[in-house]
């Protein structure tokens, strides 16, 4: 799947937030500077997957996921010490309207779905007009 596909970071409804960042971004010194509570989303565009996850301290959590500490977050890990393309976009619970974390991680993955379904329409018309030409 290719990273043209995604318009990233799309508009999270209810959100003034589009932190996007790079698993290099999560280094030892700079996880602990302005942390916050909130959800991420992690989209691995070489296969396609996404992953939503939240925690009180979101670069911490991140910081864990891509130094392999994480074992439930394992295939992300892998996948990117593979030389999968991996985006994140992280959203800050103050910058939204929701006022508990697993609301909001509920809400990004709705969000996620939508937007999923609508860029699976999208690649099917794009097969189908290559198919009539």
Same mark, same amino acid.
């Given at each position: 799947?290719?990273s043209?596909?995604?318009?990233?970071?799309?508009t999270i409804e209810?959100?003034?937030?589009?932190?996007?960042?790079?698993?290099?971004?999560?280094?030892?010194k700079?996880i602990k500077k302005?942390?916050f509570?909130?959800?991420?989303?992690? @989209?691995?565009?070489?296969?396609?997957?996404?992953?939503?996850?939240?925690?009180? =301290?979101?670069? &911490? %959590? #991140?910081f !864990?996921?891509?130094?392999?500490?994480?074992?439930s977050?394992?295939?992300v890990?892998?996948g990117?010490?593979?030389?999968?393309?991996?985006?994140?976009q992280?959203v800050?619970?103050?910058?939204t309207d929701?006022r @508990?974390?697993?609301?909001?991680r509920k809400?990004?993955?709705?969000?996620?779905? =939508?937007?999923? &379904? %609508? #860029?699976? !329409?999208e690649?099917?018309?794009?097969n189908?007009?290559?198919?009539n030409?």
């Open positions: 799947m290719s043209k596909l995604y318009n990233l970071p799309f209810g959100t003034k937030s589009d932190i996007t960042y790079t698993p290099k971004d999560f280094k030892k700079s302005d942390d509570k909130g959800a991420y989303i992690i @989209f691995d565009l070489t296969t396609g997957q996404n992953y939503v996850g939240s925690s009180r =301290k979101v670069k &911490k %959590a #991140l !864990k996921i891509f130094k392999g500490k994480n074992s977050m394992a295939e890990y892998y990117w010490k593979a030389g999968h393309e991996v985006t994140i992280a800050d619970i103050k910058d929701y @508990f974390v697993r609301n909001l809400g990004l993955r709705r969000i996620v779905a =939508k937007y999923e &379904k %609508a #860029l699976a !329409k690649i099917k018309k794009l189908i007009s290559d198919d030409d």
